[in-house]
């Protein structure tokens, strides 16, 4: 699976837009891109995940760049209760691969 | 729905003894996976198991073991314990494929 590189912690304030980057440059063409979070001492909690077109749900978006070598998950209203430790995880979706390889992630702080 | 079940929530063990944990996945999912989160440290995928057969196993000795049921519910067990098993173990759930795991709450075990 290809490492991905996030920054260890980030700072939005409540209401405005969190933007959470993760550079996947080893990405390969079959690789997904998967964003999970970790609110403390929970079990880690699926967001999203896209391939290389831009992604949109109930949670949030996800933007990859078109040579794939990076993506940006956005938070379009943070609240307070976003405060957790976001996972950015690539990884192909094939039956003989299916672990996931959890890095540090980013620790999103979201202030009032 | 019902998410992903784990239990006991709880469990304190002392050093040589043997840990059973369980996990119920979505209804619906075949598939499980075991993690362990250890003080401090990121998750690290345990074990994988799929239609009742163990898939994919992780870098962990073989006193770490487990099983799927026909219902597809899982357990996994950890004998000989050591103080440092003591951790976070989380199961997630899934269909093979594309999707994101889901994960339970979690049982913590403490190992003294």
């Known amino acids: 699976d290809a490492k991905t590189t996030q920054p260890p912690s980030m700072d939005c304030a409540e209401g405005r837009a969190a933007n959470l980057p993760c550079n996947h440059s080893t990405i390969s063409g079959n690789e997904y891109v998967y964003w999970y979070r970790q609110i403390h001492s929970q079990g880690p909690q699926y967001i999203i995940h896209?391939?290389?077109n831009n992604e949109t749900n109930e949670m949030a978006s996800l933007i990859i760049t078109e040579d794939r070598k990076s993506s940006t998950l956005i938070l379009p209203h943070a609240t307070l209760r976003d405060t957790a430790v976001y996972y950015c995880?690539?990884?192909?979706?094939?039956?003989?691969?299916?672990?996931?390889?959890f890095g540090q992630g980013t620790r999103l702080t979201i202030n009032p | 729905e019902a998410g992903v079940t784990q239990s006991p929530t709880h469990l304190i063990k002392t050093r040589g003894q043997q840990a059973t944990l369980r996990c119920s996945p979505i209804?619906?999912?075949?598939?499980v996976y075991w993690y362990q989160q250890a003080l401090g440290l990121g998750l690290q995928f345990l074990l994988w198991y799929d239609e009742g057969e163990e898939r994919n196993r992780g870098n962990f000795p073989p006193r770490f073991s487990g099983r799927q049921f026909p219902n597809y519910s899982s357990e996994l067990n950890v004998n000989a314990l050591e103080l440092e098993d003591s951790a976070l173990y989380l199961c997630?759930?899934?269909?093979?494929?594309?999707?994101?795991?889901?994960f339970g709450p979690g049982t913590r075990l403490t190992v003294l």
């Open positions: 995880i690539v990884r192909v979706a094939t039956k003989g691969a299916q672990k996931l390889v």
């Open positions: 209804s619906g999912h075949t598939s």
């Open positions: 997630a759930s899934s269909l093979v494929g594309l999707w994101g795991q889901f």
């Open positions: 896209g391939l290389k």
